[in-house]
């Protein structure tokens, strides 16, 4: 709206960052991280709006003149990025090996009263469990964020999916009905999932080194398909799950897969 939120006296040469300081100075509420600011050119009969996006630039790098109004949204309450992710990973983490490790507690007091798991429920319990240990630490060591927060509600939407699929997959996957593909068709498939964990993972120590620590600097990365595709970490990804199901032969394993890649394809789209 065009309330007046604050009146504020800062020259065109301030930083970004130094407007959000001096609002949270004001109206400590809205710490610098809750703050979204654009503005509008006082001369654009259009009413454009122009997002203040980096925090390091003047507001004259912009494009801001004096007599232009800045307007300020509020994102709500953030949650920093790597607490989401430590909290998203480690429901499938911990899930999937109750269904594996305690089957009379879910499917009955009988459940594989005659036999164990077979091998195929030990190589996918593995699987799985090596693939959110490799997130988790990835997270914690790995990872640099060009973003240190987002709204606290994706917590909850981004656990409600991991962590829900990961239930979903090991009901199915570890049921005492189970049936296994081939040996062969077992074999490809979770060779195929290695595969694309390791590269996977190499894709991210390459990100990680074209950042430096502190810095949101954004680099072209190279080499390891990065001269092919704009984002083959994700590709790997999506390799790591093909395996995962060609190696299960489970419906809810293709499921996740189908529906992960493609919201790693929007994702990939927007940083092309």
């Known amino acids: 709206s065009d309330k007046v939120f604050l009146n504020l006296d800062i020259p065109s040469d301030s930083k970004v960052a130094d407007i959000k300081k001096a609002i949270y100075r004001q ?17 654009d009969k259009t ?40 909290i998203e990973y480690l429901g499938p983490l911990l899930l999937y090996p109750v269904f594996f490790l305690q089957p009379s507690f879910i499917y009955g007091a009988h459940a594989y009263a005659s036999s164990g798991p077979n ?15 490799k997130r988790e630490f990835e997270t914690i060591f790995i990872h ?22 990961a239930c979903y997959v090991a009901y199915f996957v570890n049921h005492p009905l189970y049936t296994p593909p081939s040996e062969m068709q077992t074999n490809v498939g979770f060779a195929l999932f290695l595969i ?6 190499c894709t991210h120590i390459a990100l990680r080194n074209l950042r430096p620590a ?8 190279r080499g390891i398909l ?3 595709v704009s984002c083959p970490n994700y590709g790997f990804e999506i390799l790591s799950w093909v395996g995962f199901t060609i190696g299960t032969q489970a419906v809810p394993a293709l499921i996740f897969t189908t529906v992960g890649f493609g919201q790693m394809l929007i994702w990939a789209l927007g940083k092309h």
């Open 214 to 221: 502190g810095s949101k600097e954004r680099k072209i990365p």
């Open 226 to 228: 990065f001269c092919l």
């Open 144 to 165: 640099r964020f060009s973003h240190g927060t987002m709204p606290i509600f994706n917590v909850f939407k981004n656990s409600s999916y991991y962590w829900g699929f």
């Open 47 to 86: 009413n454009k709006r122009v997002p203040l996006k980096n925090d390091g630039q003047n507001l004259k790098d912009h494009g801001f003149e004096s007599g232009d109004s800045v307007y300020f949204k509020d994102l709500g309450p953030q949650i920093g990025w790597k607490t989401v992710f430590i």
């Open 27 to 43: 109206k400590k509420k809205f710490y610098p991280d809750r703050q979204r600011l654009y503005f509008i050119k006082a001369n």
């Open 119 to 133: 091998q195929v429920q030990h190589l996918a319990v593995a699987a799985h469990t090596l693939h959110y240990f």
């Open 196 to 201: 694309g964990e390791f590269f996977n993972f």
